[in-house]
């Protein structure tokens, strides 16, 4: 079991970063694989970025390629998500999710997730 708690959410101006934590509680945080997704309202929510449980494989959301980091950081069971040159369309709520299963891009593969915080990015 792995209950994960989020922060780093907020108001940034287009252009600004943001910087989100994923800290996760349990002693086999190494070995799950971390995603971060996003739901904005009315649409389905939508793949951000994957990290594997090693950190040698990582994967983005076409939009994010570029302006987004995932990393981690198993010493501290803490995944992070650094966002940069925010646009108003990456305004959603973020969440955080686990799992033991598979590497995997898609929400459905993912057994745990953290509560979700709002990013909102202002014109």
């Known amino acids: 079991q792995v209950q994960l708690v989020e922060s780093g959410g907020g108001l940034v101006q287009a252009g600004g970063s943001l910087k989100h934590s994923c800290a996760a509680s349990?002693?086999?945080?190494?070995?799950?694989?971390m995603g971060w997704f996003r739901q904005a309202p009315g649409k389905v929510r939508e793949f951000v970025a994957v990290?594997?449980?090693?950190?040698?494989?990582?994967d983005y959301g076409d939009s994010m390629k570029g302006r987004f980091t995932i990393s981690r950081d198993n010493a501290k069971n803490t995944v992070y998500l650094q966002m940069n040159s925010l646009k108003p369309e990456d305004t959603a709520v973020y969440y955080c999710?686990?799992?033991?299963?598979?590497?995997?891009?898609?929400?459905?593969?993912?057994?745990?997730w953290g509560q979700g915080t709002q990013v909102t990015v202002s014109s």
């Open positions: 349990g002693r086999t945080f190494s070995s799950y694989t």
């Open positions: 990290i594997a449980w090693s950190a040698g494989r990582t």
């Open positions: 999710a686990a799992t033991l299963r598979r590497y995997s891009t898609l929400y459905y593969s993912y057994e745990y």
